[in-house]
C-alpha cells in the first residue's frame, strides 16, 4: 500500500502559500507508517513548532493499474473519504527554500490521518462534485468543493499511473483548498465529506 499526495491543486491554496500554478500534478508519497487510522489521536512531534492541517478529499484504488487514460480513470476508484495532511510548515519552509526533498516535512508517522471510507456508488455525481468541510473545535476552518480542483481525479489517476502502478487499496490525497492552518494540543478536527462526518482527531 502506498499513500500518493497531491500538491497544489487548488488556486486559493497556492495563493496562501504563495507558490505558483503548476503544468501537471504534483505529487509526494508518504510511506505506510504514516497512516493514522481509526480516529486515534494525532501526538504533534518534536521537531516542528508549525504543524498544520490540510484537509482533502482522499481517494481509495480499487483495482491494478499502469499508464491508465483519463476515460477510464474512475473505474479504478472504489471509495471516498477525508483526511488530513499533515504538515510540518517550518520544515517546510526551509526544504523549499533550499531545494530538498520534502519527506520530513510531509512523510513522517501519523502524518496521514484517513477517515471512513464511503463506496463510490454512494455519491453518482464522481469525484469532481463533492463538498467537505473541517471543523476545529467546532469553527469551519476550511469548506471545498472539488469541482475547484486545477486536475480532476481522472487527470491525477492518469498522470501518476505513468510513473507508479497503482495497487488496490494505496489512497490518493487530492489537494487541500485554501484555509490550511496550525494546531495545537488540545485542538479537536473534525472532518466531514458531504455534510457527512467521517473523520474525528484529538491533536495532543
Ligand atoms: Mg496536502
Not at 505529487?27 to 504543524?51: G, M, V
Not at 481517494?59 to 483526511?83: E, H
Request: glycine share 10%; with cysteine; net charge neutral.
Amino acid at each position: 500500500m502506498k499513500i500518493i499526495c497531491i500538491g497544489q491543486n487548488y488556486r486559493e491554496h497556492i495563493r496562501e502559500l504563495g507558490s505558483s500554478v503548476p503544468g501537471s500534478p504534483v505529487f509526494f508519497c508518504k510511506p505506510d507508517t504514516a497512516l493514522l487510522l481509526r480516529n486515534r489521536p494525532f501526538y504533534i512531534p518534536d521537531f516542528t513548532s508549525q504543524l498544520h492541517y490540510e484537509t482533502e478529499l482522499v481517494l481509495r484504488i480499487g483495482k491494478v493499474g499502469k499508464n491508465i487514460d483519463p476515460a477510464f480513470a474512475l473505474s479504478y476508484i472504489d471509495a471516498y473519504t477525508v483526511g488530513f495532511d499533515f504538515t510540518a510548515r517550518d520544515l517546510q519552509a526551509r526544504c523549499r527554500k533550499e531545494g530538498l526533498p520534502w519527506e520530513i516535512c510531509k512523510a513522517f508517522d501519523n502524518s496521514a490521518a484517513i477517515g471512513a471510507f464511503v463506496p463510490k456508488e454512494k455519491y453518482p455525481q464522481g469525484p469532481g462534485d463533492l463538498h467537505f468541510e473541517m471543523k476545529k473545535n467546532g469553527i469551519t476552518c476550511q469548506s471545498g468543493h472539488t469541482g475547484d480542483m486545477i486536475f480532476s481525479a481522472e487527470e491525477i489517476i492518469s498522470h501518476v499511473s505513468r510513473f507508479f502502478t497503482l495497487r488496490t487499496g494505496d489512497y490518493i490525497f487530492t489537494g487541500t483548498p485554501c484555509g490550511v492552518g496550525p494546531v495545537a494540543i488540545g485542538d479537536k478536527l473534525e472532518a466531514f465529506l458531504e455534510g457527512e462526518p467521517l473523520l474525528r482527531c484529538s491533536i495532543k
